[in-house]
T-cell receptor, first 117, second 113 residues
Framework: GAVVSQHPSWVICKSGTSVKIECRSL??????MFWYRQFPKQSLMLMATSNEGSKATYEQGVEKDKFLINHASLTLSTLTVTSAHPEDSSFYICSARPGQGEGYGYTFGSGTRLTVV | DAKTTQPPSMDCAEGRAANLPCNHSTISGNEYVYWYRQIHSQGPQYIIHGLKNNETNEMASLIITEDRKSSTLILPHATLRDTAVYYC??????????????FGKGTLLTVNP
């Protein structure tokens, strides 16, 4: 089945530094990928839609200059958290869809737990 | 946006069927219903989706009412490993051919031995 891989699975960084999270579709091409954030005991919140070869579309309230998204190929999207602060500590999850037809569900990565100290 | 309403929690005995309800009374005619589950600290796992017909796969069955205002996810023989948060999601068109999944709070299903 379709697999979405995220790397790293967890990361600890110092406040003020930047962290890059990778999301790869392993056995399919994805022109669109989605980035979510999840705080403890809360649901997933969609942050942005990543589009291959063009700018990402950010949800209302999400700072595009802080959460940089690059979707340079059909199998890779990256999320960079710039100048991270403790309040950015969260579980970040990406998602992609292996096909355009209605028979396809959306596949999620296993998530990246970011801790900013 | 079509929104969904789910009970915050449910319990089920191991080996019995788990029936998880979802209300989506504002759903429009071309919006699909998706079900996902999330086990603690993992990414969501796809279960099933449908438009108006009932659907069944190796994991579960999805029953959608005729007026499409509600649906039920059925896990026929729940196991302890089915304990998770289950999300009922109506896929939203975000413009043109773009769609996105917006998660609500879901139902925490606890399967008891």
């Amino acid at each position: 089945g379709a697999v979405v891989s995220q790397h790293p699975s967890w990361v600890i960084c110092k406040s003020g530094t930047s962290v890059k999270i990778e999301c790869r579709s392993l056995d399919f091409q994805a022109t669109t990928m989605f980035w979510y954030r999840q705080f403890p005991k809360q649901s997933l919140m969609l942050m942005a839609t990543s589009n291959e070869g063009s700018k990402a579309t950010y949800e209302q309230g999400v700072e595009k200059d802080k959460f940089l998204i690059n979707h340079a190929s059909l199998t890779l999207s990256t999320l960079t958290v710039t100048s991270a602060h403790p309040e950015d500590s969260s579980f970040y999850i990406c998602s992609a869809r292996p096909g355009q037809g209605e028979g396809y569900g959306y596949t999620f990565g296993s998530g990246t737990r970011l801790t900013v100290v | 946006d079509a929104k969904t309403t789910q009970p915050p929690s449910m319990d089920c005995a191991e080996g019995r069927a788990a029936n998880l309800p979802c209300n989506h009374s504002t759903i429009s005619g071309n919006e699909y219903v998706y079900w996902y589950r999330q086990i603690h600290s993992q990414g969501p796992q796809y279960i099933i989706h449908g438009l108006k017909n009932n659907e069944t796969n190796e994991m579960a069955s999805l029953i959608i009412t005729e007026d499409r205002k509600s649906s039920t996810l059925i896990l026929p023989h729940a196991t302890l490993r089915d304990t998770a948060v289950y999300y009922c999601i109506v896929r939203v068109n975000s413009g043109g051919s773009n769609y996105k999944l917006t998660f609500g709070k879901g139902t925490l299903l606890t399967v008891n031995p």
